[in-house]
């Protein structure tokens, strides 16, 4: 795939409520196995700008070593972060890893935090590099994963309980019973698979014995 052709890159399913989640659930469709589709997810996400895109495209046709190494760092990332969702609650390591992560890459990314507006009238808050077009690629990331520390969302991150599903998702549930991570397609196959169940023929028993001439 070359690098100006994005529109092959199709994004991952949003269903984490929050944007780190979303980055940790690229695993299960691996949008960092190219260049291309990462960008073409972190723009789909509200990360990237859209007049970034073109400065990123030409700094990585022109050295597609340092896309790669973008690349490698993005799963490193992804993987402290997916350590994070699943067991951050509970094991203080996974919690330590990420925040080593996190603030390995905050530090090394000098630019601009704004806050901007968004058209669907919502605002969020972009993070606008100094110089390396590469830089600050993961800050939208990182934030978001600080966030969830800060303000104590770990006991709400879940895992989707389907049985082949990996999605984790933040529970905004009052009562905290999410279980899926979308109704439309976890969902739904857990309550075919109970259906089918429920209407499954019952076997037959075993033939009384012969009687006795």
Same mark, same amino acid.
């Given at each position: 795939?070359?690098?100006?052709? @994005? +529109?092959?890159?199709?994004? +991952? ?5 929050? @944007? ?12 960092l196995d190219d260049f291309p589709a990462f960008l073409a997810w972190l723009e789909?996400?509200?990360? @990237? ?6 400065? &990123? ?34 094991? !203080?390591?996974?919690?330590? !890893? ?8 905050? =530090? ?6 704004? &806050? ?5 009238g919502r605002c969020s808050r972009t993070f606008a590099p100094v110089g390396d077009?590469?830089?600050? @690629?993961? &800050?939208?990331?990182?934030? +978001?994963?600080?966030? +969830?520390?800060?303000? =104590?969302?770990?006991?709400? &991150? ?24 979308d109704m439309s397609t976890c969902g739904n196959r857990a309550k075919a698979a ?20």
């Open positions: 795939m070359r690098y100006t052709d @994005l +529109s092959a890159a199709t994004p +991952s399913p949003f269903v984490g409520e929050r @944007l780190w989640l979303d980055f940790v659930n690229t695993d299960t469709r691996d949008v789909a996400a509200g990360a @990237l700008e859209a007049d970034r895109v073109p400065g &990123i495209v030409r700094r990585a046709e022109q050295q597609p070593a340092g896309a790669g190494a973008v690349l490698a760092d993005a799963r490193r990332v992804r993987a402290a972060l997916r350590n994070l969702a699943e067991r951050g609650a509970t094991v !203080d390591r996974a919690r330590l !890893d990420a925040l080593a992560e996190i603030n390995r890459v905050l =530090g090394r990314s000098a630019g601009t935090r704004r &806050i901007d507006l968004r058209p669907d077009a590469f830089a600050g @690629l993961m &800050i939208p990331v990182v934030d +978001s994963a600080a966030d +969830s520390l800060v303000t =104590g969302e770990l006991t709400r &991150i879940r895992r989707c309980v389907g049985a082949r599903c990996m999605r984790v998702f933040y529970d905004a549930t009052k009562n905290g019973c999410r279980r899926w991570c109970r259906h089918r169940a429920r209407h499954r023929p019952t076997p037959p028993g075993p033939m009384p014995p012969a009687p006795h001439l």
